[in-house]
């Protein structure tokens, strides 16, 4: 798995963006559908319409390094999300690096805490991944058809190895929308 990372401009998305942004994405390039290709959330900022884009904000999809290049050929597309356009600029790679805490912003799962953090725990003990777990708040994904679920989560003390293989992976389900998409937490010491 790697990172392509490609500088985007625009004035904003819409509040569901997620699943509009992972259409284009597709339109593009169709491949990343039968891939296990992940997004990150885009940063931005609330407004009365929509979420304003935040300066030098980046798209980042998280794919197989065999279907990097050719995505990085989307460059100079513009992706259409209903009332808002962004064009996509120069793109370049990212290897993913190991961190010993690390974060997303939601994984989807059930709506009770308890249930929740109950099923990660299992999900890591499946995988053979011993650390400790800091359940953040709920929230969801409010799409045109449906609603993801689920709590933001910050996992830490993870060994080398251990990290690399929640980032290539992530947790849940909804990657494509950004869900259960891992990056690194930076923490003060």
Same mark, same amino acid.
């Given at each position: 798995?790697?990172? /392509?990372? *490609?500088?985007?401009?625009?004035?904003?998305?819409?509040?569901?963006?997620? *699943?509009?942004?992972?259409?284009?994405?597709?339109? @593009?390039?169709?491949?990343?559908?039968?891939?296990?290709?992940?997004?990150?959330?885009?940063?931005?900022?609330?407004?009365?319409?929509?979420?304003?884009?935040?300066?030098?904000?980046?798209?980042?999809?998280?794919?197989?390094?065999? *279907?990097?290049?050719?995505?990085?050929?989307?460059?100079?597309?513009?992706?259409?999300?209903?009332?808002?356009? @962004?064009?996509?600029?120069?793109?370049?790679?990212?290897?993913?690096?190991?961190?010993?805490?690390?974060?997303?912003?939601?994984? /989807?799962?059930?709506?009770?805490?308890?249930?929740?953090?109950?099923?990660?725990?299992?999900?890591?003990?499946?995988?053979?991944?011993? /650390?400790? @777990?800091?359940?953040?708040?709920?929230? /969801?994904?409010?799409?045109?058809?449906?609603?993801?679920?689920?709590?933001?989560?910050?996992?830490?003390?993870?060994?080398?190895?251990?990290?690399?293989? @929640?980032?290539?992976?992530?947790?849940?389900?909804?990657?494509?929308?950004?869900?259960?998409? *891992?990056?690194?937490?930076?923490?003060?010491?």
């Amino acid at each position: 798995m790697i990172d /392509a990372i *490609f500088d985007i401009s625009g004035d904003g998305v819409p509040a569901d963006y997620p *699943f509009g942004l992972w259409n284009e994405l597709q339109r @593009l390039m169709p491949e990343l559908s039968v891939s296990s290709a992940g997004v990150l959330p885009l940063r931005t900022a609330g407004s009365v319409s929509g979420l304003l884009l935040a300066r030098r904000a980046k798209l980042t999809v998280r794919l197989p390094l065999s *279907f990097a290049e050719k995505l990085l050929e989307i460059s100079g597309q513009v992706l259409d999300l209903g009332a808002y356009r @962004l064009q996509i600029g120069s793109g370049k790679l990212r290897e993913i690096q190991a961190y010993p805490t690390i974060s997303s912003h939601l994984v /989807a799962g059930e709506r009770d805490e308890v249930v929740f953090m109950d099923n990660i725990a299992a999900s890591l003990e499946q995988m053979g991944i011993a /650390a400790n @777990l800091i359940c953040g708040r709920a929230s /969801a994904l409010e799409g045109p058809d449906h609603a993801i679920h689920g709590f933001s989560l910050v996992i830490h003390n993870l060994k080398p190895e251990d990290s690399l293989r @929640l980032q290539y992976t992530g947790l849940g389900s909804n990657r494509h929308h950004g869900c259960g998409v *891992f990056i690194p937490y930076k923490v003060i010491s």
